[in-house]
């Protein structure tokens, strides 16, 4: 056996013979292949029959094929059969059989080669699955765009010379493919126009196995030729019609397509259709009469065998050739009937329901009447007479009838849609019928969609209408209504319908009909809009809750599609009403779901405002003025700082439009074209390079938005944006309360020359204050209006002063806030002091009814700046002037009758603080001393209860006496302010002033610092005017300040050398005898100052000691008050002795801490605090506060601890000292004595035994024991609880 050889032309092995090449050489026939020469024209001829088809191919693969001869067993022969069906391919000039050896093959061409892959496949469609069978006739469509008359010839010949051997699935195959091909060239030749034509015709009414699915493949390659040649095609498929008979469903399915399709919604052609379709009508009119006609019509419309491709189509055609039948036909009676007869037939599925609603749309243009009236008897007997099916088996039960009202619904839609001419006056009727079958109905998903549909099509016809813009809607509201209530069904939680985007919509297109929507109902259509929008979940929720529907929509676009229904309802209600106040309306209404602490719903928000400002800036720039434009800025511009980037962009985009709308308004409309371009040469290079240039990006912070607007705004509108960033202040999103709070502070540092009235701002800043919850965005709501404060410090002084009359903690914050700024602190301060000394009398309050509340809202205020950090610099600059205005605003509130007289400052527990006026000028002058350091002054005044004195009209001018002596004694450094404050207030007309000024005067003229500020000369001077005073208490104090001026050194030593006759009066029996002898002495140390009594002072203290223990309360708290004067006379200038006596007075004092009168106790803290002060304790701060603040036990063990931490080494002394008390007839002084021993022997039971011998522990033994025996409970239950202490002290002993 010979082999074959190559081709002297090597051919590219086409990939569709990959799905074709058997496996061996004995499986496939081979055709007789027509060659065409291209340069000649002429045929050459090749007889290859007894070859098969891969003897040829195998030529074009890598490797040569064996070929066999015709004599073997595997090769057999050609059949004249066989020869008949594939000699299409070669010009034959003759036919002959040859000897079974090697051909040599010539030069194939490419058509012939593309034809052979044509034939290949087309053979393997009849024996392939489905799936192959779908990759097979892609494979052609790709060759048919390259080869398209190549591969129309070889269907054609395949097609025609095979036809009776096909099978119905095969042809059904081919033809697929034929439509594919059609449909997908964009030209077709008249020539196979005219031969596929004549092919579809043919197969459209074949019977197969296949059943309409055949019929239909055939009747869409006569729809695809359609698309290419309708002046061909439809005159054939319309003379159909024409026949007298009932139309064949194929030309229904036909026509249907045709009529629905995308391409002759766009042309006249469909009005060539339905022109076309309505002579159809005529000429079928008489068939209405012909039984077999009716009895195929109705088995045509009940005929439901699933839902199989096109039999929509061919249903909508065929309630369109009803249709105009009947629309043809004269008979009202059999109209009447038809139309009843046809809803009676099931309204389940959804091509029923359009059909009958297209064939009465079609009816109503001729019989108008009767269509409306067979609707009214059919609805009010199927749908108003019936309730409204809520449970399972009654949907089973009516299934037919369900969706009946929905089949209504649509009918009345096409009705409006077909009379158009008359839609005006028929327009009110339709809609009240529609609204009444739609609220009787209920609500699914056939309803809700027929009754969009419906709406769509009224509205569509209503504006179609010449006379549309005098036309006045008055079924308008109800119409709206049920949109809205379509809408607020939805649910919120899922998006898979375009029932919200279709009622919008809707609503859009009502709302640029007569009459307007009221206001009342555009809010409610606005709410219900935006929660129904704005409150759907993100993107990835709606995307899973679709998991399970089958065919799901593309969420994305029907969110997308959503979300610009709800633009074109902000934008319909504008263009209904271009009124600014309507714009600013619809902004505010999206506006207040930008607090939404969702960020998705913030971003939905602020996308509608970002749409409808661009619509506003494109359509409406020149027509609409905004109003209250800073307001909308303010709004926007706080989004500017969400941390969301989707938001912050957004946000910006619409400050965009926003500030050229404003541009506009300005008249800057150049400015505004120029922000436009740089906007598009931005966004083109946005994609190109990923930046944004400089000039374009001119609002992505606050500072910058700022800065644009506010250089355009004007006076109201500046004001506007202020107020709306204050009111945003308190917002609960933290990142738009700080927004709002950065915005505030640089129009405050920018535009703070511009402001007129600056109290409305700082009224509803504090206002907004109140309503802030965390501290940090009060602290930033604060820090926003710092800028303004400092240029408008008297107006927002006095502003913030009415909120002050009864302090908060906001007040008390804003007023820190307003002092932050160095330079501006001892401004705001001396404003309060201002309104502080502006004290109107009560005449004068009574007929000013109430103005004295401004110096009490300043002594408030006043009081909290005390403890603020702010003003401390400023304060003590201010000190002079601060002290005396408080001091004499005592007074003042004394004149008022507004004092409490039994006011206590701080509760013991420390829990309660009395709020009285009079409370709070006192704590402000007892502040001032705790606050500025100056304790040992502090700790005089309360020690001697100078606040109760201070707080007591009767005694108001002691307390002030000793302000000034604590002030003395201890060397204030504010003394000379003080002083020089004092003398400017000699001359000032109010008495309270005069007499406050000549108290510090005269107790001042101690301090050696009076010397250097005033000449005696001076000092004089000024007594000798007070003696001339009008008001008694300044003459008498003046008088009595001429004794404080002379110091020379023979008074001192006159003073002195009345000591020793005072001390000898001591011993006088008389109680009054000696109380003023002590009274004297005391007279005589104050006189002295800090003049030393010398050696008197050993004998003073040795005097006095006995007096501790008296019996008479006034002795022994008088002695005692002597005895600190003493002690505090001698400070620095102890001797020995007398350090001894003050350690001896160690124990008495304490001891009488405890005493039963308060007098002595007060008088007996005050001598001990002295006494550690001399003895030079460590630590004397906290021991004052001991004194002072604790009682009782815990007192007495306080300051024990104290004691033993300074004087531990004259333990032996005290302790000894203490076992005199045991024997006290007081019985609390017994048990100090009692407590001090148990707590030294307890505490310090070595020290205790390093003291003690054997006869000691006896009688410490027998005082134990004389303890457990006496009639006080508390000492004997002391006595027994320290026994096994002093068993310990037995065993060191």
């Known amino acids: 056996m010979t082999q074959p050889h190559r081709s002297s032309v090597s051919y590219l092995r086409h990939p569709s013979l990959q799905n074709f090449d058997t496996a061996t050489d004995q499986e496939i026939e081979?055709?007789?292949?027509?060659?065409?020469?291209?340069?000649?024209?002429?045929?050459?001829?090749?007889?290859?029959?007894?070859?098969?088809?891969?003897k040829v191919f195998s030529y074009y693969h890598d490797k040569p094929k064996k070929t066999v001869k015709g004599g073997s067993k595997n090769s057999g022969s050609i059949t004249p059969k066989f020869r008949?069906?594939?000699?299409?391919?070669?010009?034959?000039?003759?036919?002959?059989?040859?000897?079974?050896?090697?051909?040599?093959?010539?030069?194939?061409?490419?058509?012939?080669?593309?034809?052979?892959?044509?034939?290949?496949?087309?053979?393997?469609?009849?024996?392939?699955?489905?799936?192959?069978?779908?990759?097979?006739?892609?494979?052609l469509c790709e060759m048919a765009q390259r080869h398209q008359g190549t591969v129309l010839t070889t269907i054609q010949q395949y097609f025609q010379d095979n036809e009776e051997q096909l099978e119905a699935r095969h042809k059904f195959r081919i033809l697929q493919v034929l439509v594919s091909i059609i449909t997908s060239g964009p030209f077709l030749s008249e020539h196979w126009i005219q031969i596929f034509t004549s092919l579809a015709l043919q197969h459209m009414f074949q019977v197969t196995e296949l059943e309409e699915a055949y019929q239909n493949a055939a009747s869409d390659l006569l729809v695809a030729l359609w698309m290419h040649s309708t002046s061909y095609v439809m005159p054939k498929l319309v003379s159909m019609f024409w026949t007298g008979e009932f139309p064949h469903r194929s030309v229904l399915y036909a026509m249907g397509k045709i009529m629905s399709n995308d391409s002759t919604s766009v042309t006249t052609e469909y009005d060539d259709l339905e022109s076309q379709l309505f002579q159809i009508g005529e000429m079928s009119a008489p068939a209405l009469t012909k039984k077999s006609w009716k009895e195929e019509l109705n088995h045509e419309i009940n005929k439901y065998e699933g839902c199989y491709p096109g039999q929509s189509s061919e249903k909508t055609c065929l309630y369109m050739y009803y249709g105009v039948v009947l629309r043809a036909s004269d008979n009202t009676k059999m109209v009447k009937e038809h139309l009843s007869t046809l809803l009676g037939t099931s309204h389940q599925r959804a091509f029923q329901r359009e059909g009958m609603a297209i064939t009465i749309g079609l009816v109503a243009t001729q019989h108008l009447t009767v269509t409306c009236s067979v609707l009214e008897e059919f609805s009010k007997t199927i749908i108003l007479e019936k309730a409204p099916i809520s449970r399972i088996d009654q949907y089973l039960e009516d299934i037919h009838w369900k969706w009946a009202s929905s089949t209504v619904l649509l009918c009345y839609g096409h009705i409006a849609s077909r009379t158009k001419d008359s839609i005006l006056t028929l327009a009110d009727s339709i809609t009240s019928r529609m609204v009444c079958y739609f609220q009787c109905s209920h609500w699914d998903g056939p309803i809700k969609n027929s009754f969009l549909t419906a709406t769509k099509m009224l509205i569509t016809a209503i504006k179609s209408h010449k006379e549309v813009s005098n036309f006045e809607f008055f079924q308008k509201p109800g119409l709206v209504l049920c949109l809205m209530n379509l809408i607020d069904k939805e649910p919120r939680d899922i998006l898979c319908t375009s029932v919200r985007q279709e009622a919008m919509l809707a609503i859009a297109s009502l709302s640029k009909l007569k009459p307007p929507l009221g206001l009342k109902e555009k809010s409610k259509i606005l709410y219900i809009c935006f929660r129904s929008v704005f409150t759907l979940p993100v993107m990835e929720k709606l995307k899973k809750h679709t998991c399970l529907i089958m065919n799901p929509p593309d969420i994305q676009v029907l969110f997308s599609q959503t979300m610009q229904a709800l633009d074109q309802v902000l934008q319909g209600f504008l263009s209904e009403n271009p009124d600014p106040g309507e714009v600013l309306y619809i902004l505010e209404k999206v506006i207040t779901w930008m607090d939404s602490e969702r960020s998705h719903e913030r971003l939905r928000a602020i996308r509608s405002i970002t749409m409808f400002l661009k619509f506003i800036m494109e359509q409406f720039n020149l027509k609409v003025k905004l109003t209250r434009i800073g307001h909308l800025v303010g709004m926007l511009g706080m989004l500017c700082g969400d941390p969301d980037e989707n938001i912050r962009q957004q946000a910006i985009e619409g400050m965009f439009h926003l500030y050229n709308i404003l541009l506009h308004q300005k008249g800057l409309r150049s400015k505004a074209e120029a922000n436009m371009k740089k906007r598009k040469i931005y966004h083109f290079g946005h994609s190109k390079r990923g930046c944004a240039p400089h000039s374009v990006n001119f609002l992505s912070s606050s500072a910058q938005i700022v800065k644009a607007f506010g250089d355009h705004f004007d006076l109201s509108e500046l004001r506007d944006f202020m107020v709306t960033l204050i009111e945003g202040l308190h917002c609960s999103i933290f990142f738009r309360a700080q927004t709002a709070a950065e915005m505030l502070h640089k129009s405050c540092e920018s535009y703070w020359n511009k402001l007129?009235?600056?109290?409305?701002?700082?009224?509803?800043?504090?206002?907004?204050?109140?309503?802030?919850?965390?501290?940090?965005?009060?602290?930033?709501?604060?820090?926003?209006?710092?800028?303004?404060?400092?240029?408008?410090?008297?107006?927002?002084?006095?502003?913030?002063?009415?909120?002050?009359?009864?302090?908060?903690?906001?007040?008390?914050?804003?007023?820190?806030?307003?002092?932050?700024?160095?330079?501006?602190?001892?401004?705001?301060?001396?404003?309060?002091?201002?309104?502080?000394?502006?004290?109107?009398?009560?005449?004068?309050?009574?007929?000013?009814?109430?103005?004295?509340?401004?110096?009490?809202?300043?002594?408030?205020?006043?009081?909290?700046?005390?403890?603020?950090?702010?003003?401390?610099?400023?304060?003590?600059?201010?000190?002079?002037?601060?002290?005396?205005?408080?001091?004499?605003?005592?007074?003042?509130?004394?004149?008022?009758?507004?004092?409490?007289?039994?006011?206590?400052?701080?509760?013991?527990?420390?829990?309660?603080?009395?709020?009285?006026?009079?409370?709070?000028?006192?704590?402000?002058?007892?502040?001032?001393?705790?606050?500025?350091?100056?304790?040992?002054?502090?700790?005089?005044?309360?020690?001697?209860?100078?606040?109760?004195?201070?707080?007591?009209?009767?005694?108001?001018?002691?307390?002030?006496?000793?302000?000034s002596r604590a002030m003395v004694e201890y060397s204030c450094p504010y003394i000379p302010g003080i002083l020089l404050y004092s003398v400017s207030m000699f001359q000032n007309n109010e008495e309270r002033q005069r007499v406050v000024a000549m108290i510090f005067f005269t107790e001042f003229l101690r301090s050696p610092l009076t010397s250097r500020l005033l000449s005696k000369k001076m000092v004089l001077a000024y007594l000798q005017k007070g003696i001339r005073d009008s008001?008694?208490?300044?003459?008498?104090?003046?008088?009595?300040?001429?004794?404080?001026?002379?110091?020379?050194?023979?008074?001192?030593?006159?003073?002195?050398?009345?000591?020793?006759?005072?001390?000898?009066?001591?011993?006088?029996?008389?109680?009054?005898?000696?109380?003023?002898?002590?009274?004297?002495?005391?007279?005589?140390?104050?006189?002295?100052?800090?003049?030393?009594?010398?050696?008197?002072s050993l004998d003073l203290a040795l005097s006095l000691r006995p007096f501790f223990d008296d019996e008479r309360e006034t002795v022994r708290g008088s002695a005692i008050y002597v005895f600190g004067s003493l002690v505090s006379n001698m400070a620095g200038r102890a001797t020995p002795m007398l350090t001894d006596q003050v350690c001896r007075s160690l124990i008495p004092l304490l001891f009488h801490l405890m005493d039963q009168e308060e007098d002595v106790v007060m008088k007996a803290k005050f001598a001990f605090f002295r006494c550690a002060n001399f003895l030079n304790w460590e630590e004397p701060e906290k021991l004052f506060r001991r004194i002072a603040w604790e009682e009782g036990l815990q007192a007495l063990h306080s300051i024990w601890k104290c004691f033993m931490e300074n004087m531990f080494s004259r333990v032996d002394l005290f302790l000894s000292q203490a076992l005199g008390y045991i024997h006290s007839k007081q019985w609390t002084m017994r048990t100090a004595a009692a407590l001090y021993i148990g707590h030294t022997i307890n505490m310090l039971p070595y020290a205790v035994s390093k003291i003690l011998d054997e006869q000691g522990l006896i009688f410490l033994f027998e005082v134990f024991a004389e303890l457990e025996e006496d009639e006080e409970k508390f000492i004997r239950h002391v006595a027994e609880s320290h026994f096994r202490s002093l068993q310990k002290i037995v065993r060191l002993v």
């Open 84 to 139: 008949r069906n594939w000699t299409v391919f070669f010009r034959k000039t003759y036919q002959s059989r040859i000897e079974p050896e090697r051909v040599n093959v010539g030069i194939f061409t490419e058509e012939t080669r593309n034809a052979a892959i044509c034939f290949k496949i087309l053979k393997s469609l009849g024996v392939k699955k489905y799936h192959h069978a779908k990759t097979s006739i892609v494979n």
């Open 756 to 963: 007129e009235e600056v109290t409305e701002i700082g009224k509803k800043t504090y206002l907004q204050l109140c309503l802030i919850q965390t501290v940090s965005a009060k602290r930033t709501a604060l820090w926003a209006i710092s800028p303004l404060v400092q240029h408008h410090t008297k107006e927002l002084v006095f502003t913030f002063l009415e909120f002050s009359l009864s302090m908060n903690r906001n007040a008390v914050e804003l007023w820190k806030a307003v002092g932050s700024d160095p330079q501006t602190c001892p401004k705001v301060l001396g404003l309060l002091l201002q309104k502080l000394e502006h004290r109107p009398s009560l005449d004068e309050l009574t007929y000013l009814e109430g103005n004295y509340s401004e110096s009490l809202a300043a002594m408030n205020t006043l009081y909290e700046i005390i403890f603020a950090s702010e003003y401390q610099n400023a304060l003590k600059t201010a000190f002079p002037h601060f002290f005396f205005a408080m001091v004499t605003q005592i007074h003042y509130i004394f004149e008022l009758n507004l004092h409490d007289e039994n006011c206590i400052y701080v509760n013991k527990d420390f829990t309660t603080f009395h709020t009285s006026p009079n409370c709070t000028s006192v704590e402000a002058v007892k502040s001032l001393f705790s606050k500025n350091g100056f304790w040992q002054e502090f700790a005089f005044l309360e020690l001697q209860d100078v606040w109760t004195q201070l707080s007591t009209p009767r005694s108001f001018f002691q307390g002030v006496s000793m302000l």
């Open 1031 to 1096: 008001n008694l208490v300044v003459r008498v104090v003046s008088l009595h300040c001429f004794s404080n001026i002379i110091h020379t050194s023979e008074k001192n030593y006159l003073l002195r050398s009345q000591l020793p006759i005072l001390l000898n009066a001591f011993y006088d029996p008389s109680e009054k005898a000696i109380l003023a002898s002590l009274y004297a002495v005391s007279s005589i140390l104050y006189q002295l100052g800090k003049q030393s009594i010398g050696p008197f």
């Open 30 to 54: 081979s055709p007789l292949f027509r060659q065409t020469d291209l340069s000649t024209g002429s045929r050459t001829v090749s007889s290859l029959s007894h070859y098969w088809a891969h």
